[in-house]
């Protein structure tokens, strides 16, 4: 926010903001739970953005904020960390809104799948439900 418009004009710099504010979103929803934040890196630098690992269960998110549809090319760290640690199910955080469905991570990915999720409807359905979990307390 503070750079203004120039950040709009740097695609880099604006994925790591919509990383953040993922992540802010991500755990501004579980703050009241037993929860842990975590990132991982497998072999040739792999990376998954973010992995919360609530009820003994991992949930991996990763965030690919660009104008191209997300494919498995650009998703061997959520291939490798779902096939290393057994996982069924990530999610992607992508730009488009015709981004968005669900992706089977093949063999690689042990089997799992991943659901791509547009950035303002990931934060607006995180947002949503902390305003419904505050509400039922």
């Keep these: 926010m503070l750079k203004g418009k120039s950040l709009l004009e740097d695609s880099a710099a604006l994925g790591v903001a919509v990383e ?51 494919g498995l090319g650009e998703l061997k760290g959520m291939q490798q960390f779902c096939a290393e640690r057994k996982v069924a199910r990530g999610y992607v955080i992508t730009k488009e809104v015709t981004d968005f469905g669900v992706l089977p991570l093949g063999e690689a990915g042990g089997g799992a799948m991943v ?8 934060c607006y359905w995180l947002g949503r439900s902390e305003v419904e979990n505050t509400d039922k307390q």
Excluded: C, M
């Design 20 to 70: 953040t504010a993922f992540y802010k979103h991500v755990v501004t929803r579980y703050y009241e739970q037993s929860v842990a934040f975590n990132y991982w890196r497998g072999k040739k630098d792999y990376e998954v953005d973010i992995i919360v690992t609530v009820g003994g269960r991992l949930v991996p998110f990763e965030v690919k904020y660009r104008s191209q549809a997300t």
């Design 115 to 122: 659901v791509k999720i547009p950035a303002p409807l990931a």
